[in-house]
């Protein structure tokens, strides 16, 4: 990427997922590490660039995946433990049933649960042989994908993680923006085998013996990847917000710099730390929204791909009274109701193929509203736009529907891969290629804007129904 934010080169590289049992799912570091040698290669390879032309590399990723490695080697000693993996439920049903929650939620603004990795860290020290003592003599290194990544690129030189990172483990206190002794006892995790919290935007590392680059590059951007799209989005002030819309729908909302206890068990994490300036965001999730399309094409084979939806939804200029809540893995916030089952209603003998497609989609732009009016409430004012990016934000139709739904102005990027900009603007920051972060705005240049359509009583009659069919939705696991 230039300058100008325009994308030179891209290349992408899969890597297998693991799931050695029911609830498990891991990655293999070493396969990880593999897909970066040979993006970095395909990258360089689109853009006709030398290595030697690179100025600065940023780095965002999944942020609660964790691995455990030897600080000698690099080697990992077990496969990492990936964000969605559930296997340590149960500590954390334990923590809880012993009064714990309340002391994570106020240290760290996170709620006791599996996604994060501080319960990972501690099953892979009592898991993996000799585990624990190894760490407890600094013979080993935890990190989420950042650090591994930054720790092979730097030939073991930078054992680090950004704030954005660290404030998903369950480790960090969210105000000290430090490693919280309360909580690695709590947890059981030693401080030894921990990064170094460095922020977002800075020269923290730089490359040594990484095949295709010469060495002294500076990694000078770090974000978990939510995060990253958020800055990627020029999200700076308050009160503004950004929805990625992939498998599940993110949304983070700039809350300035103190962060916001929410009414509505929204996550409170930090945004970024770019030089003396730390903000932090609320953030909410839907699990289903793109996945909801897949089962679409999957599950009922309504569709030959993911992108046929827009079509099929045209068809018809409403979905005439049809709902879906797509509640297949339960619901997220403002309901944390993991017995929620997804539900079609206001089915007729005319409802088609074209309603459910265009009921799908409303019903993604639903799931989002729902996460801004709570994070309105929250901020004690009422939002004015959105910045959106993701897959599914290609959609105009979902886009229109989104911006009738929730009242407010919805913006997309010219490119919708806002968390490797977001990535790629921190480095521009903290190699110094920009004063600050406003300069670095010029990288994110919109595309298109939706307005709302329709009045204001047809707004509430579709909000309204939606809250009855999420209502039965709801009922329906209790019966």
């Known amino acids: 990427m230039d300058l100008a934010g325009k994308t030179l080169g891209r290349h992408t590289v899969e890597f297998p997922q693991h799931f050695p049992q029911p609830g498990w799912v891991e990655h293999d570091?070493?396969?990880?590490?593999?897909?970066?040698?040979?993006?970095?290669?395909?990258?360089?390879?689109?853009?006709?660039?030398?290595?030697?032309?690179?100025?600065?590399?940023?780095?965002?990723?999944?942020?609660?995946?964790?691995?455990?490695?030897?600080?000698?080697?690099?080697?990992?000693?077990?496969?990492?433990?990936?964000?969605?993996?559930?296997?340590?439920?149960?500590?954390?049903a334990e923590l809880r049933a012993a009064g714990h929650e309340a002391l994570v939620l106020s240290r760290t603004g996170l709620v006791l649960d599996p996604y994060f990795s501080g319960t990972k860290i501690a099953w892979l020290l009592d898991e993996v042989s000799g585990g624990r003592d190894r760490a407890e003599r600094g013979e080993l290194a935890f990190g989420t994908i950042d650090s591994y990544l930054i720790y092979r690129l730097t030939k073991g030189a930078a054992h680090v993680t950004d704030v954005t990172n660290a404030s998903r483990t369950m480790l960090m206190d969210l105000g000290s923006l430090a490693?919280?002794?309360?909580?690695?006892?709590?947890?059981?995790?030693?401080?030894?085998?921990l990064p170094t919290i460095v922020p977002c935007a800075g020269r923290v590392a730089a490359t040594a013996r990484f095949?295709?680059?010469?060495?002294?590059?500076?990694?000078?951007?770090?974000?978990?990847?939510?995060?990253?799209?958020?800055?990627?989005?020029?999200?700076?002030?308050?009160?503004?917000?950004?929805?990625?819309?992939?498998?599940?729908?993110?949304v983070l909302l700039n809350v300035g710099p103190k962060p916001i206890a929410s009414r509505f068990g929204l996550l409170s994490t930090v945004a970024w730390q770019v030089g003396g300036e730390v903000a932090y965001a609320l953030e909410g999730s839907a699990f289903v929204a793109g996945a909801a399309v897949q089962w679409l094409r999957d599950g009922l084979g309504l569709i030959q791909r993911a992108a046929d939806i827009e079509q099929l939804a045209r068809r018809v200029p409403s979905s005439d009274g049809v709902y879906f809540v797509p509640a297949l893995a339960g619901l997220g916030a403002p309901?944390?109701?993991?017995?929620?089952?997804?539900?079609?209603?206001?089915?007729?003998?005319?409802?088609?193929?074209?309603?459910?497609?265009?009921?799908?989609?409303?019903?993604i732009a639903h799931e989002v509203t729902d996460?801004?009016?709570?994070?309105?409430?929250?901020?004690?004012?009422?939002?004015?736009?959105?910045?959106?990016?993701?897959?599914?934000?290609?959609?105009?139709?979902?886009?229109?529907?989104?911006?009738?739904?929730?009242?407010?102005?919805?913006?997309?990027?010219?490119?919708?891969?806002?968390?490797?900009?977001?990535?790629?603007?921190?480095?521009?920051?903290?190699?110094?290629?920009f004063a600050d972060k406003a300069a670095?705005?010029?990288?994110?240049?919109?595309?298109?804007s939706f307005v709302p359509s329709g009045d204001q009583r047809t707004r509430d009659q579709a909000r309204a129904g939606w809250r009855q069919a999420v209502a039965r939705a709801r009922l329906g696991a209790t019966d």
């Open 211 to 250: 095949p295709g680059l010469p060495d002294a590059i500076p990694i000078a951007g770090i974000a978990g990847d939510q995060q990253a799209a958020l800055f990627g989005q020029a999200c700076f002030g308050v009160g503004d917000v950004k929805c990625t819309y992939g498998t599940g729908a993110f």
């Open 371 to 433: 996460l801004l009016g709570a994070m309105g409430e929250d901020l004690g004012s009422p939002l004015r736009r959105m910045r959106v990016d993701g897959g599914a934000a290609a959609n105009d139709l979902l886009m229109q529907e989104q911006a009738s739904l929730c009242g407010m102005s919805i913006e997309r990027p010219q490119d919708l891969e806002t968390t490797a900009r977001g990535a790629a603007m921190l480095a521009a920051v903290g190699a110094g290629l």
């Open 335 to 363: 309901y944390w109701d993991a017995h929620a089952r997804g539900l079609v209603c206001g089915l007729t003998r005319g409802t088609t193929a074209a309603h459910l497609a265009r009921a799908t989609l409303e019903a």
């Open 179 to 193: 490693w919280d002794p309360a909580m690695l006892d709590l947890l059981r995790v030693p401080r030894v085998v």
């Open 29 to 92: 570091p070493e396969a990880i590490w593999e897909s970066v040698v040979d993006a970095v290669a395909g990258a360089l390879r689109a853009a006709s660039v030398a290595g030697e032309r690179i100025a600065a590399i940023g780095v965002t990723n999944q942020r609660e995946t964790t691995v455990l490695w030897d600080r000698s080697t690099g080697q990992p000693l077990h496969r990492a433990i990936v964000w969605q993996d559930r296997r340590t439920a149960s500590r954390c």
């Open 440 to 448: 670095a705005a010029q990288m994110a240049p919109l595309e298109r």
